[in-house]
């Protein structure tokens, strides 16, 4: 008797601190962590291999059965880097040639800017003249107390 393929029933993607996407989005990671990322394929006949991807390249293809008609893949990236940030993620689970692979996918999010400029905008000289000169300080150089006449702003990149 032969047997008919069947895709999946489901695949989820998920991180083992915040567990799934939210609007598709992973995240926000701080740079240097340590993460765990899991896919986790339910049903299928046969039962699917289950591979990360990124940037059209596979990451890790090996796979563990994780209980009854549960196939797990764990990708764990010791050191995120900033590279990853906006990046797509996907776990794909394929268990025949005749069915397309389920595909799931999340945009990986990075806290922190990859740098920070802060300026000041004097409104009113000590002689009580508007000054619209700007100044440009490297992060920390002067702090800028409430109510002392500067306007701060932080634009990151």
């Known amino acids: ?21 939210k609007d598709g989005q992973l995240g926000p990671y701080q740079e240097g962590v340590m993460i765990v990322f899991t896919c986790l394929a339910r049903g299928g006949v046969p039962l699917p ?12 293809v090996s796979w563990e059965l994780s209980g009854p008609g549960l196939v797990m893949n764990d990708l764990v990236v010791s050191r995120l880097t900033r590279d990853w940030h906006d990046d797509t ?9 005749r069915l397309p692979p389920v595909i799931v996918n999340a945009t990986i999010l990075m806290h ?20 619209t000169n700007t100044h440009q300080h490297p992060t920390g150089r002067r702090h800028v107390r409430e109510r002392d006449g500067m306007l701060a702003g932080c634009r990151g990149g």
């Open 1 to 21: 008797m032969p047997i008919f393929p069947e895709p999946p029933k489901s695949v989820v993607l998920k991180d083992q601190k915040q567990g799934v996407p």
């Open 49 to 60: 291999n289950v591979t990360w991807w990124r940037r059209g390249k596979p990451l890790d």
């Open 89 to 97: 993620l996907s776990c794909t689970a394929t268990n025949s040639p």
């Open 112 to 131: 922190r800017p990859t740098s920070v400029t802060v300026w000041e905008e004097d409104h009113q000289s000590p002689t009580g003249q508007n000054n």
